[in-house]
């Protein structure tokens, strides 16, 4: 049996009002890609603060020019439209990690899911990805927006996950499943790590870092880091710069990456 549909009103309800950084909420039973909605929503001008959820993605895009893809009602699939106009560019590479951040809160206190975040912004759930980030800038005549996407496996169960290392909310022995409930907390923890980076003007060293690092499963490991373009990084996570880039110790020498796949290899010691 399908899990229950999401309704639009409840999530209203709970989410808008006249504080919130919410002003809309869609609900679409099927699209193509809810950040493909928002994004193409972003360059017909709309403002910050729109929310599109989908019941089911045809075409789920994920990190790399990967595909995100889940069975209809079985996760959340969510993108919403910011335009973080008053913080540098140089400091929008936080916004990936930031929401990463946001879905770790959140599995904690409305699931009772101890996750981790392999960095960017994988969210692992026992060592296995229950969900996962993808930010991509779009260029508006408003000037340039950001759409946050998220995909969180919820009710699938492990015939129908998506890879080997991928595992679910139920399958993990979440406190609940349901969707509305998570989605809910969810958008709410956003939005208090946005109001506190724009407070901050971006800058990670007001506690976006500090937090982000505590919750980070990837520093001290031996790890392997494939790179978008060149031969594969092995090497030691030893931090996070103030650009939210990943440092490497390889063979005792410093590198630094901004984009690209980790694998973790073994633990720290
Ligand atoms: C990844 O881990 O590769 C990122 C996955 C991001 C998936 C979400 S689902 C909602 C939103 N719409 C998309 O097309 N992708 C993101």
Do not use: F
């Not at 998570?182 to 003007?201: K, T």
């Not at 007001?206 to 001290?220: E, F």
Request: charged share 25%; net charge negative.
């Amino acid at each position: 049996m399908l899990p229950e549909p999401l309704d639009r009103d409840r999530l209203e309800t709970a989410l808008l009002g006249a504080d919130s950084l919410w002003r809309r909420v869609e609900v679409v039973e099927s699209t193509d890609s809810t950040n493909a909605d928002v994004a193409a929503a972003a360059r017909r001008g709309t403002d910050e603060g729109l929310v599109v959820v989908a019941e089911h993605q045809r075409a789920g895009r994920g990190r790399l020019g990967r595909r995100w893809e889940s069975p209809p009602r079985s996760g959340i699939a969510v993108s919403v439209l910011l335009r973080p106009s008053s913080v540098g560019p140089a400091r929008w590479p936080w916004l990936p990690l930031l929401a990463g951040l946001a879905v770790h809160d959140c599995l904690a206190d409305v699931a009772a899911v101890e996750a981790r975040l392999k960095w960017p912004n994988d969210v692992l759930v026992v060592g296995r990805k229950a969900a996962g980030v993808l930010v991509e800038r779009i260029d508006t005549d408003a000037g340039p927006a950001a759409v946050i996407g998220i995909g969180l496996n919820v009710s699938v169960g492990p015939p129908e996950l998506p890879t080997p290392w991928s595992t679910s909310l139920a399958i993990a022995g979440a406190a609940t499943t349901d969707r509305a409930t998570i989605l809910v907390e969810l958008l709410r923890r956003l939005a208090a790590r946005y109001h506190d980076w724009i407070g901050a003007e971006g800058d990670p060293a007001a506690g976006l870092r500090a937090a982000y690092v505590a919750a980070c499963d990837t520093l001290g490991r031996e790890v392997r880091v494939e790179l978008p373009d060149g031969d594969p990084l092995v090497g030691r996570a030893v931090g996070v710069d103030m650009s939210g880039r990943l440092e490497l110790s390889v063979g005792g020498e410093r590198r630094v990456v901004g984009a690209g796949d980790v694998v973790h290899l073994r633990s720290g010691s």
